[in-house]
């Protein structure tokens, strides 16, 4: 393959062509932080497993040569997640022109390297808080003599929720190692007073190594390709984290360049703040919108839930009604049976007592009213009671000499003599007691039913 940046595309794709989907994203992301050809990529990241921490250990501890520059790609077009600087030219690595020497020191630097780089990327990545904070981890590395500013301690989202609550601007780091730039701008850049200062006093400052998980994860929504990688955000929320400026990628940010970045972002404060302030009253006004409508959602389930258990109650009662009255239909059709089964005994009985022959005991005549102003008349012995009286009465409609005259005898009635007017309660009472001897008349009244 010729040199030059449309080789370098080429090969690049040539060599992705010939992996999987992981291992080219770790050979993108080895060639964003090594800044060497995809030929050298493929070959270290292949001799160590695709494992991308000891390939980069591997290759920033054999490789010596002083890198050549190279011209940077030019952008299509500026947009919110490009840096407000211009990015300068970046650098790479040189291809190793003795190919027999580098193989002999890659597999003593991989066998020396392989321990290490196997726990460090591990325990970096999968346990990120095992090696302390990124405060600690930096003056591990550089000193604790080295000034830098003050890095908020915490997880990413609280630092978001900080800077938001406090109406100010995040700056992100996102730190390497093994990217070249990064001992300079850490010594220079973030040690300087100037950037110090208004990092502390201006902004809530965020520092995360990429090596460790969260840090990692950030670097994939920003979209981050090379490091060290500082930028300004408008907090919001991590779901949509909105760059308002970057710098730092491979030497193109010195010290004056961050301190334009942040005055100029400064310079811009009040609209942003404005910006957060109404993103503020826009959450706060979605948040009671989202509130009001549980509310009204919750309100008509209740409504509903009501509704429905007053339905049930009432189709409850009902079936109560229905049943009692059905019960009491079936109650009275049984008693109207029951009444007429007594009348026809009592039919036999009065006509077989009636026609008796030889019966010496004298007689009484009574002539009873209907109602309906029929007259039905009988005779009785003197010595008979109310009570047959009363069960003459309900079955005279029935009597052979009665029948076709339409007689209307109520269910319910009472008795009582003509003149003077008097109940005849008392069933136990004879005629001849009642003075209806020989002869007598009674009126027939009707019983009304109780409202109740």
């Known amino acids: 393959l010729s040199s030059?940046?449309?080789?370098?595309?080429?090969?690049?794709?040539?060599?992705?062509?010939?992996?999987?989907?992981?291992?080219?994203?770790?050979?993108?992301?080895?060639?964003?932080?090594?800044?060497?050809?995809?030929?050298?990529?493929?070959?270290v990241l292949e001799a160590c497993g695709w494992n991308l921490e000891q390939a980069i250990q591997f290759h920033f501890a054999s490789h010596e040569e002083v890198p050549a520059a190279r011209p940077a790609p030019a952008s299509a077009s500026a947009s919110a997640q490009e840096p407000l600087l211009q990015p300068g030219h970046e650098t790479a690595m040189q291809v190793p022109g003795n190919v027999v020497g580098r193989a002999v020191m890659f597999l003593w630097s991989m066998v020396r390297n392989v321990a290490s780089g196997f726990f460090g990327f591990f325990g970096n990545f999968l346990f990120g808080g095992a090696r302390g904070s990124f405060t600690e981890?930096?003056?591990?590395?550089?000193?604790?003599?080295?000034?830098?500013?003050?890095?908020f301690e915490g997880p990413f989202n609280d630092a978001l929720k900080h800077a938001k609550d406090n109406l100010k601007l995040l700056v992100v780091y996102l730190h390497c190692d093994h990217a070249r730039d990064a001992p300079r701008f850490c010594r220079e850049v973030l040690a300087d007073e100037t950037v110090r200062a208004i990092l502390d006093r201006d902004f809530?400052?965020?520092?995360?190594?990429?090596?460790?998980?969260?840090?990692?994860?950030?670097?994939?929504?920003?979209?981050?390709?090379?490091y060290p990688f500082f930028a300004v955000i408008?907090?919001?929320?991590?779901?949509?984290?909105?760059?308002?400026?970057?710098?730092?990628?491979?030497?193109?940010?010195?010290?004056?360049?961050?301190?334009?970045?942040?005055?100029?972002?400064?310079d811009e404060m009040e609209g942003h703040r404005a910006e957060m302030a109404s993103r503020a009253t826009q959450h706060q006004v979605?948040?009671?919108?989202?509130?009001?409508?549980?509310?009204?959602?919750?309100?008509?389930?209740?409504?509903?839930?009501?509704?429905?258990?007053?339905?049930?109650?009432?189709?409850?009662?009902r079936q109560d009604a229905e049943a009692a009255a059905q019960a009491a239909r079936e109650a009275e059709a049984a008693k109207e049976r029951d009444e007429e089964k007594r009348k026809e005994r009592l039919l036999v009985d009065f006509q077989a007592s009636r026609y008796k022959s030889g019966d010496p005991e004298p007689r009484s005549r009574i002539l009873m009213r209907l109602p309906g102003g029929q007259r039905v008349e009988s005779s009785f012995r003197q010595s008979d009671t109310v009570q047959v009286l009363h069960d003459w009465a309900s079955i005279c409609a029935k009597l052979p000499e009665n029948e076709g005259k339409n007689f209307?005898?109520?269910p319910r009635f009472q008795l009582q003599t003509s003149y003077p007017k008097r109940e005849l309660s008392d069933t136990s009472k004879t005629l001849k007691e009642l003075d209806l001897v020989p002869d007598g008349t009674i009126l027939l009244t009707v019983?009304?039913?109780?409202?109740d």
Request: contains cysteine; charged residues 30%.
């Open 204 to 226: 809530v400052f965020w520092g995360g190594d990429i090596f460790g998980m969260e840090a990692h994860r950030i670097s994939q929504l920003l979209g981050v390709r090379s």
């Open 286 to 317: 979605d948040r009671m919108l989202r509130e009001e409508q549980d509310r009204e959602y919750h309100e008509a389930l209740e409504a509903d839930r009501l509704k429905a258990e007053k339905g049930a109650e009432e189709a409850r009662k």
């Open 447 to 451: 019983v009304e039913d109780d409202d």
């Open 408 to 410: 209307e005898v109520p």
């Open 137 to 151: 981890q930096f003056e591990r590395t550089y000193g604790a003599d080295c000034p830098h500013p003050v890095f």
């Open 234 to 266: 408008l907090p919001a929320s991590v779901e949509e984290l909105r760059l308002i400026a970057s710098g730092g990628q491979r030497g193109s940010s010195d010290t004056t360049q961050v301190v334009q970045i942040l005055t100029q972002c400064l």
């Open 4 to 43: 030059g940046p449309g080789s370098w595309v080429r090969a690049g794709v040539f060599y992705r062509a010939m992996v999987s989907g992981e291992q080219q994203e770790a050979l993108q992301q080895f060639q964003d932080i090594t800044t060497c050809d995809p030929g050298r990529a493929h070959q």
